[in-house]
């Protein structure tokens, strides 16, 4: 398996576990546990319930009739969308909460970003009853207030952060922070980032997507291999549960999308990939948009979702040796995307999904080709943003 990891926690010259000292008891005990934990058969039990009755899986492989006439091509949509708390996090959240249980903790601190994963973190700890703290940069409280209120109704304690830039990046510093003086909490990152074993265990846990999606195209295609899966990537858990099942494949192209903001050429943007360097974060050597002197630069992009300095150590090796092909999308391009699969197929995409969508204009298909684009998650909390595009989405109607 192309994903498969050393037992230092690196892919290639990616990975690792750069932590302090004072975390070391906290990740040894994850490394040597997590993975006979979650290949238990008691844990896969539970998990995979769970996931039918609460979470609503398998989500639906839907077929899109306007866009595969559109694009010529037979386009099929994952749809995390239609997961309970409404993207993808929620597998993960599960997943990592059962792990959390079975290691004895009792309290789960999570950082996020957008609101999601700590809504999803929220969520299960509600049905779990254990304790859970959110941490949240302050400028990421004011933008996705409605998350903020979600994960107080839910029960969870949310920690506004006011260090740094006072978004994503400086939540998991601070998330980080805590855990090294509460070494008693359990740390439920939401993507496939941080110190090993974290970006493997996400990627395990999200595999259920892309086993879904095999499942799924052998019963409607009488073969489980597309020609494209095409996922966005912030650290990467959707992309890497989406590509998880088919990286031994390589009939199977794997298209990861990056935000790039207002353009690569900027410096508003996210795309780590594609404007970044190896460098040190949170935990792990990977691309990271970086200055000179080595200091993370903000990452932009006006999905809240993808700003996120830093790629998922296991997409970066997959980048080097070329298994994985990174396109990106810009604002103006995602919005477009989202507004066009909202007005074919009555969807409206969360806007990090949307940037997976606006690489379809960027593909050349052949007429056959099979592709599937995982959606995410839904655009309920991203309708503000929408709204102020409105006008320009008119625009875009009369120029095609
Ligand atoms: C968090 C989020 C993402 C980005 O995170 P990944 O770990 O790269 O998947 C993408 N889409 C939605 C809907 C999200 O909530």
């Not at 906290?26 to 769970?50: A, F, G, P, R, V």
């Amino acid at each position: 398996m192309k994903l498969s990891v050393d037992k230092n926690g690196f892919y290639g010259e990616f990975g690792g576990a750069f932590i302090p000292e004072m975390l070391h008891d906290n990740i040894t005990e994850l490394q040597c546990k997590y993975k006979s934990i979650i290949t238990s058969y008691e844990y896969q039990k539970l998990y995979k319930k769970l996931l039918k009755n609460y979470v609503g899986r398998p989500t639906p492989l839907f077929f899109c009739e306007k866009y595969s006439n559109q694009y010529n091509a037979k386009i099929y949509l994952k749809r995390e969308d239609l997961n309970h708390t409404g993207s993808h996090k929620i597998n993960n959240a599960i997943g990592q909460v059962l792990l959390a249980k079975k290691l004895g903790k009792r309290k789960i601190i999570a950082e996020t970003g957008a609101g999601q994963h700590g809504v999803a973190t929220a969520t299960i700890c509600a049905l779990m009853h254990l304790e859970c703290i959110i941490f949240m940069g302050e400028i990421d409280m004011q933008r996705q207030y409605s998350n903020v209120i979600r994960m107080k109704i839910l029960g969870a304690e949310v920690i506004p952060v006011i260090s740094g830039n006072k978004t994503l990046k400086d939540a998991v510093n601070e998330s980080i922070r805590y855990w090294i003086n509460h070494p008693d909490s359990y740390y439920l990152i939401g993507s496939t980032v941080g110190p090993h074993p974290y970006p493997q265990m996400v990627a395990d846990i999200q595999s259920i997507i892309s086993e879904e999606i095999k499942m799924q195209l052998e019963k409607i295609e009488g073969s489980s291999s597309p020609n494209y899966v095409i996922a966005c990537i912030g650290g990467g858990s959707n992309a890497a549960g989406s590509f998880y099942h088919f990286l031994d494949d390589d009939s199977v192209k794997l298209l990861a999308v990056e935000a790039s903001g207002l353009g690569i050429k900027t410096k508003n943007t996210a795309a780590s990939i594609h404007c970044g360097s190896k460098g040190i974060l949170h935990g792990s050597m990977t691309f990271i948009l970086q200055n000179k002197e080595g200091q993370i630069l903000p990452a932009y992009s006006i999905s809240p979702g993808l700003d996120y300095p830093g790629v998922g150590p296991m997409f970066s090796h997959l980048y080097i040796k070329k298994r994985v092909r990174f396109l990106h999308s810009t604002d103006e391009e995602a919005l477009q995307a989202g507004y066009e699969l909202t007005r074919s197929e009555g969807i409206i995409p969360a806007l990090e999904s949307a940037h997976a969508l606006a690489a379809l204009k960027k593909i050349k298909f052949c007429e056959k080709d099979i592709v599937v684009i995982t959606l995410s998650g839904r655009g309920d909390k991203d309708i503000n943003i929408y709204d102020k595009f409105f006008i320009k989405f008119s625009n875009y109607e009369s120029n095609t």
